[in-house]
């Protein structure tokens, strides 16, 4: 089944206790990205991969890290964590721009 | 800049009746536009998209034509279910540009 995978699903954290959210997907998609969904304001771009070792900040990359060491995994890291960064985090690929997005089911990250 | 905006939810109605949810956005050039869909607990699908101005896109009784002298995507259906009831997210992509946009979304309730 065609899918983008991750996990967790629910992350409870601390400020400042580094932490990795990771994205896989099946589909050989090229391109890969990163969102934040906040009541209110929607969806937001926070980095965005074409494709294995490239990648480019979205609106909001402050206080995150992302690689793409491989074509399938796009995993999103917070060095240091802090409360404004609670949010519900999705991940997103697709075989060019131009396709449509497959979306991963979130994770809702709570930092205290 | 480029923006998308939506009007606020939530929106209410009885099964069977006429659905709008208005769109418009703020691009240079020529993007691309999408409604993207979220049902509770799920990540964004991809709902309808338009490419160029006039094209109307169209899903399981949703439309949306590309307005580009008005600058707007609006949503519709003629006759909503209660399996309708969702989060809904228009979007654009800039021509030539790897990155989308989303506006803050509107929630749909239909009520039996």
């Known amino acids: 089944e065609a899918q983008v995978t991750q996990n967790p699903r629910y992350l409870i954290t601390v400020t400042g206790k580094k932490l990795t959210v990771t994205c896989s997907q099946n589909?050989?998609?090229?391109?890969m990205s990163w969102y934040r969904q906040d009541p209110g304001l929607g969806l937001r771009q926070i980095y965005y991969?074409?494709?294995?070792?490239?990648?480019d900040k979205g609106d909001v990359p402050e206080g995150y890290k992302v690689s793409r060491k491989e074509k399938r995994n796009f995993p999103l890291i917070l060095e240091s964590p802090s409360p404004n960064q609670t949010s519900l985090y999705f991940c997103?690929?697709?075989?060019?721009?131009?396709?449509?997005?497959?979306f991963g089911s979130g994770t809702q990250l709570s930092v205290l | 800049g480029n923006s998308v905006t939506q009007m606020e939810g939530p929106v209410t109605l009885s099964e069977e009746a006429f659905l709008t949810i208005n769109c418009t956005y703020t691009a240079t050039g020529y993007p691309s536009l999408f409604w993207y869909v979220q049902y509770p607990g799920e990540g964004l699908q991809l709902l309808l998209k338009?490419?160029?101005?006039?094209d109307k896109g169209s899903n399981k009784g949703f439309e949306a034509t590309y307005r580009k002298e008005t600058t707007s995507f609006h949503l519709e259906k003629g006759s909503v279910q209660v399996s309708d009831s969702a989060v809904y997210f228009c979007?654009?992509?800039?021509?030539?540009?790897?990155?989308?946009?989303f506006g803050s979304g509107t929630k749909l309730n239909v009520k039996p």
């Open positions: 991969s074409m494709n294995v070792e490239v990648t």
């Open positions: 338009a490419t160029k101005a006039d």
């Open positions: 979007a654009l992509r800039r021509e030539n540009f790897n990155k989308f946009y």
């Open positions: 589909m050989n998609h090229e391109y």
């Open positions: 997103a690929s697709s075989f060019t721009t131009n396709e449509k997005l497959f």
